[in-house]
């Protein structure tokens, strides 16, 4: 089955700085990538997502990157500010399933 | 996107009974829901895909005669933890895709359960 490996655990930002978090999964067929936000005891919220025929995506200041032949995606949070503090997962699935594997997840702390 | 709620959003129960999680779709007729687990500072996990009018399709390693699951409508799963223990004590969160075949998934509100 898919595993999927999530990177840091913790980080450490300076208000303003970028971010980066980064993920790997197994399962060559998943075809599915989001990004949630989790904030404490509230539940997942969706911040982006990125198919398996697309290389990059972007909403304002936040990115995803995604490298099919290494089966690693990123998430890109440029200039953080301290409302971005919260604990990132990322997920993967295959659209045919529809059941999403979580990474480990990263806790992310922007320091004003 | 959809709309999901669970109820009761927290619970506190003793050693040996059982808790029913209530999650709805209030604006998509879910023929899928997932239930996922998540114990403090730790990820979520899939514990089961629920479908709607037939049996739920357990994770690896999760019992699905502790956890039991309902899906009596396109609007209505349940989860009942049967002769539940301290070591089930976690954040239950369910989940939906909203159209049928959409890859976003949208969660519930989540339920936490504390067995004493």
């Known amino acids: 089955g898919e595993n999927v490996e999530q990177h840091p655990s913790t980080l450490s930002v300076q208000e303003g700085d970028s971010a980066v978090i980064k993920c790997t999964y197994s399962?060559?067929?998943?075809?599915?990538f989001p990004w949630y936000k989790q904030e404490l005891g509230k539940r997942p919220q969706l911040i982006i997502d990125?198919?398996?025929?697309?290389g990059e995506k972007k909403d304002q200041r936040i990115a995803v990157t995604l490298n099919k032949t290494a089966k690693h995606f990123s998430l890109h949070i440029t200039e953080t500010q301290p409302e971005d503090s919260a604990v990132y997962f990322c997920?993967?699935?295959?659209?045919?399933?529809?059941?999403?594997?979580f990474g480990k997840g990263t806790k992310l702390s922007v320091k004003p | 996107g959809a709309v999901v709620s669970q109820h009761p959003s927290w619970v506190i129960c003793k050693s040996g009974t059982s808790v029913k999680i209530e999650c709805r779709s209030l604006?998509?007729?879910?023929?899928?829901m997932f239930w996922y687990r998540q114990f403090p500072k730790q990820s979520l996990m899939l514990m089961a895909t629920s479908n709607e009018g037939s049996k739920a399709t357990y994770e690896q390693g999760v019992e699905k005669d502790k956890f039991l699951i309902n899906h009596a409508s396109l609007t209505l799963s349940t989860l009942t933890v049967t002769s539940a223990h301290p070591e089930d004590s976690s954040f239950y969160i369910c989940?939906?895709?909203?159209?049928?075949?959409?890859?976003?998934?949208?969660f519930g509100p989540g339920t936490r359960l504390t067995v004493l």
């Open positions: 997920a993967a699935s295959r659209r045919s399933q529809g059941n999403l594997i």
């Open positions: 604006d998509f007729q879910a023929t899928t």
């Open positions: 990125i198919r398996s025929n697309v």
């Open positions: 989940s939906e895709r909203g159209l049928a075949g959409a890859n976003e998934q949208f």
């Open positions: 399962d060559s067929a998943s075809n599915y």
